[in-house]
């Protein structure tokens, strides 16, 4: 994967991190949020803990590519 090749589902990871930290996020999703920390997109807030999920957010790299691409975020 590299920027220029995101999938429609790795796209929609970001969305969902950018609106939920991450926190919401399937084992499946997980092992691709793996390839996003690796592109620099999306950044560790807080690591797992003992009853609490990892946190996660959209790095300035990750915000600007989401905005190039104009897929608007709504954080709630």
């Given at each position: 994967m590299t920027v220029q090749n995101l999938n429609d589902?790795?796209?929609?990871m970001m969305c969902d991190i950018a609106q939920t930290a991450g926190t919401r996020l399937n084992a499946r999703k997980r092992d691709e949020l793996q390839a996003?920390?690796?592109?620099?997109?999306?950044?560790?807030v807080e690591e797992a803990r003992a009853g609490f999920a990892a946190e996660y957010r959209l790095t300035d790299k990750g915000q600007k590519m989401l905005d190039d691409r104009g897929i608007g975020i709504t954080e709630s």
């Open positions: 589902e790795e796209i929609s996003l920390i690796a592109e620099g997109l999306v950044a560790v």
